[in-house]
């Protein structure tokens, strides 16, 4: 006797094909979304452009060139774009809609699921540096490169900052989420050393080293313009990331 | 032959249900329920909004823990066990699931990578009537499209149980006919299917075993046979324009005599169950005359499932 259609034959993928197969779709959605292709490029690049045009009419206290300075900062403004406030934004929404739950029944599990994201983060971060790089070299920037120290850099603040968001999806409502996600975005952006050096903020600056952001951007900077490892500031992201991620696994509801 | 790759073989019940206690702060959600669920059949739980239905079915999905008691599917701990089961289970959410921004053809396929030996995605859109609306956006989708999305994700992944939370609600009759055929196909070919359903009718139609819920307990069990023929085989309806006088249902019992069951629903409203026939009809007709009481409606049926649970219950299953 043949089998019906829906003879039974269950049994869950490989692991590494369910990641990659929540990493592309991820991807593919964060890509899809107009506001979020506003968050993870076009501010990224309208910011480069304007600070470097405008730190020739304001008297800016740089040690280098403006572009030299600005793009790895602005390489680190879209990091933090995509790993806190995109990430909690549709996290958000995915506790909302129910996806988090229906996946929770799916095979695949939930450190799956968190593999997922953090592998499209990265995919997306990749996307987001090979266009700001590209505008930044058009504007003539030279930049001294640690391969090591980017790296670094950018997977310790993914980590920090996608921990953070997560905190901040998996406690509060969705509409709630995006307007914070949104509001710490602005505030880390202007006050909080990811564009500016740290030393630029006088006084201030020895706040805001120690906030994921100002830590992210100055690591960032000793890595394109020092061509240097900035441990310290690896270390503060670390101790973030360990923070957030004890904190969502206590406070983070599926539903 | 099919090929299994899990422990199918294994001869534990579909579902076993004991004693299970489920609350929400002070609100009892189900009240020490047992209930099993043979394999290769269609059982409904069927009960009134907010009578533990969804609850129930969510411990056995491994979303939520038992207080008390305990629940198996497939002879595994849906909380302990949970990796080893979900492979083996499919189910379909009352609503959502889905990003807002995917597209139908999209979540389904994505949810099928998940899966082994996943069934071919565009047959079971075909199936599903989803063939048109494969690139719309989830958001777009109808309320009927955006269910039928959810059942074919819950049947994907080829299951060996299902579980169904009010597959057609919302349906127009046609599409629940449908999907009503679908779910006998399932059964045809070696799936368990657990629905939830407040459709009297749908229970009646589809399963094999129906267990009643009210108020997050069982109160009856059995096949659409057992429960509409128990120990009756009529029921007669009187409505009336009026609310009947003190002690009417006392009153009409002893018009009607010892076998027959009277139970008044609400102010205008008695339903009469038992061996009930025409005469038991004019009997009723007579008495309305003599208590001065004039019927809006009084009609003589088949006792079906709605009747057993009014007279269970007292209350209609009303949606």
Known sequence: MSAGTFAPRPGAAPLHRQVLAQASMEARLMLRNGEQLLLAVVIPVIVLIGAVEGADRIDLDLSGRPIDEFAPGVLALAVMSTAFTSLAIATGFERRYGVIKRLGSSPLPRTGLLAGKVLALLLVEVLQGVVITAVALALGWEPDLSVVGVLLTVIAATAAFASLGLLLAGSLRAEATLAAANLVYLLLMAGGAVVLPSTAYGGFGDVVRWLPSGALGDAMRSGLIDGAVDWTGLVVLTAWAVVGAVLTARTFKWE | ?319
């Open chain 2, 1 to 319: 032959m099919t090929s299994y790759t899990g422990r199918v073989s294994d001869a534990a019940p579909a579902v076993v249900v004991d004693g299970l206690v489920m609350r929400y702060g002070d609100k009892v959600a189900v009240d020490e329920l047992s209930l099993t669920v043979d394999r290769g059949t269609i059982t409904a739980v069927l009960g009134p909004n907010g009578a533990g239905k969804t609850t129930t079915l969510e411990t056995c999905e491994g979303y939520r823990k038992p207080q008390r008691g305990t629940v198996r599917v497939l002879g595994l701990d849906p909380v302990r066990q949970r990796r080893d089961l979900l492979p083996r289970i499919g189910v379909m959410l009352q609503g959502g699931g889905a990003w807002s921004g995917v597209r139908a053809m999209e979540m389904l396929n994505h949810v099928a990578t998940l899966h082994a030996h996943p069934l071919d995605t565009e047959m079971l859109a075909d199936r599903l009537g989803l063939a048109d609306c494969g690139r719309t956006p989830y958001r777009r989708l109808s309320g009927g499209q955006q269910q039928r999305v959810g059942l074919a994700m819950a049947l994907v992944g080829r299951p060996e149980i299902v579980f169904v939370d009010e597959p057609t609600a919302g349906m127009d009759p046609q599409l629940r006919r449908t999907t009503w055929e679908l779910l006998e196909e399932l059964r045809r070919d070696g799936v368990s299917v657990v629905l939830t359903t407040h459709y009297m009718d749908e229970a009646e139609r589809l399963a094999d075993q129906i267990h009643i819920i009210d108020r997050g307990t069982l109160i009856a069990s059995g096949s659409p046979l057992e429960l509409t023929r128990g120990g009756s085989t009529a029921t007669i309806r009187l409505v009336v324009t009026r609310p009947f006088p003190p002690g009417a249902p006392e009153s009409l019992r002893a018009a009607l005599g010892e076998a027959i069951v009277v139970t008044q629903l609400d102010d205008v409203s008695l339903l009469v169950t038992g061996p009930a026939d025409a005469s038991t009809l004019a009997r009723v007709s007579r008495w309305c005359d003599e208590q001065q009481v004039l019927p809006e409606s009084l009609t003589l049926g088949v006792r079906n499932l709605e009747d057993v649970f009014l007279q269970l219950t007292g209350r209609e299953l009303a949606t």
